[in-house]
Structure formats: structure tokens, C-alpha cells
T-cell receptor
Framework: EDQVTQSPEALRLQEGESSSLNCSYTVSGLRGLFWYRQDPGKGPEFLFTLYSAGEEKEKERLKATLTKKESFLHITAPKPEDSATYLCAVQNTGNQFYFGTGTSLTVIP | SAVISQKPSRDICQRGTSLTIQCQVDSQVTMMFWYRQQPGQSLTLIATANQGSEATYESGFVIDKFPISRPNLTFSTLTVSNMSPEDSSIYLC????????????FGPGTRLTVL
């Protein structure tokens, strides 16, 4: 069965303390892996799409990488405004989407 | 990317009543999706709504409980029927902006509380 597991569930970082969030997945055939940011009371905001192992994408302090079994979202020198829940999702070749439960990130000034 | 709005943003409803949630997109899109997000849980797809055809429901969701309309390429509604407290959740619509890239963009959500 296709599924997505994110870890850790929650992460507290000091401002400037770099870290990584993990998204492990099993999927019958990967069409895409997606990262979203979700602020409280709002809908998910699209960040990245990764399509194949070895692919990397960057946006400001965020960098997403992909292997055949997992994806990492690296956060470099985070700021308090990076505090949010980060969601990972995969789409299989049957066009079905599976979302993880997210990692709640808190960046302390 | 698409700009998506939802109405209402939140509501408190009585058990046994129904609520219709509207989703408006600023551009024409083929595929629209309705999700439910319960506290501390992942997003769960309720159904896919393509213009001109019946909505396709995921396992565990039925049309009688969650009827969906898709009258044109920029608008859709989801009705939560005969509500119970277990229906309290955030309901989100999303669109597939460009089928080449499979990216979904989400509306702000509707927070529903059923008493």
C-alpha cells in the first residue's frame, strides 16, 4: 500500500540552527513528490515538486532532495518566520495523492 | 499559480443540518479536489471533481453524504449533509494548476464545527 511517513512530528530549532525534515515513502510508481508549508488556519502552500531520485530544488533557506525511498527538506539558518507545519505528499502513476501528517517546525528567536 | 477562495471560512452548525462550501478559482482548471483535514491528521481526499462529469469519490466517502457540484471550470461546491460532530474538520479545495507538473494549489480551507 502506498504511504508517506514524516519525521519528526515536531521540531524546535534555535534561530540559525540548520536541520532537516524527513519524508519516507512507499509508492507503486512515483509520479511526483511534493512539499507544502501550512500555517495555522490556512491551506497548504506549495513549495516544491521532485520527480526523480537525485533531483534537488531550492527556495531561499529551503532545499528539497529526493532518493528512491525518501525526501529531505533541509532548512539552512532558519528564522522565526519559517515556523509552520511542513507537509510531504506523493502522487503515484495512478494519479492518487498520499499526504503525510506533517512536521511542525518552531524556530525560536 | 492559481488564486483560490473558499466560503465560508468557518462555520458552527447543528447536528443534522447541511452546509455547502464554495470554492472559486481565478482561472479555468480541469481538475478540482476536495480534502478533509482533521486535527493532527493528514489530508484525506474526499473526491475529485472534473467539469462535465460526476465526481469520483474515494473509499469511505459517498455522494449522499458529500454531494459535489462542478458547474464550470472555475467553481465547485461540496455539501456536508446530515452533519454529526464527527464531521468537524477543515475542508479544503485544491486545483491541479498544470497537468504537466501535477502540482496542486490549495484554498484557505473551511473550518467546520458541528455541535
Amino acid at each position: 500500500e502506498d504511504q508517506v511517513t514524516q519525521s519528526p512530528e515536531a521540531l524546535r530549532l534555535q534561530e540559525g540552527e540548520s536541520s532537516s525534515l524527513n519524508c519516507s515513502y512507499t509508492v507503486s510508481g512515483l509520479r511526483g513528490l511534493f512539499w507544502y508549508r501550512q500555517d495555522p488556519g490556512k491551506g497548504p502552500e506549495f513549495l516544491f515538486t521532485l520527480y526523480s531520485a537525485g533531483e534537488e530544488k531550492e527556495k531561499e533557506r529551503l532545499k528539497a532532495t529526493l532518493t528512491k525511498k525518501e525526501s529531505f527538506l533541509h532548512i539552512t539558518a532558519p528564522k522565526p518566520e519559517d515556523s509552520a507545519t511542513y507537509l510531504c505528499a506523493v502522487q503515484n502513476t495512478g494519479n492518487q495523492f498520499y499526504f503525510g501528517t506533517g512536521t511542525s517546525l518552531t524556530v525560536i528567536p | 499559480s492559481a488564486v483560490i477562495s473558499q466560503k465560508p471560512s468557518r462555520d458552527i452548525c447543528q447536528r443534522g443540518t447541511s452546509l455547502t462550501i464554495q470554492c472559486q478559482v481565478d482561472s479555468q482548471v480541469t481538475m478540482m479536489f476536495w480534502y478533509r483535514q482533521q486535527p493532527g491528521q493528514s489530508l484525506t481526499l474526499i473526491a475529485t471533481a472534473n467539469q462535465g462529469s460526476e465526481a469520483t469519490y474515494e473509499s469511505g466517502f459517498v455522494i449522499d453524504k458529500f454531494p459535489i457540484s462542478r458547474p464550470n471550470l472555475t467553481f465547485s461546491t461540496l455539501t456536508v449533509s446530515n452533519m454529526s460532530p464527527e464531521d468537524s474538520s477543515i475542508y479544503l479545495c485544491s486545483v491541479e494548476w498544470d497537468s504537466r507538473y501535477n502540482e496542486q494549489f490549495f484554498g484557505p480551507g473551511t473550518r467546520l464545527t458541528v455541535l
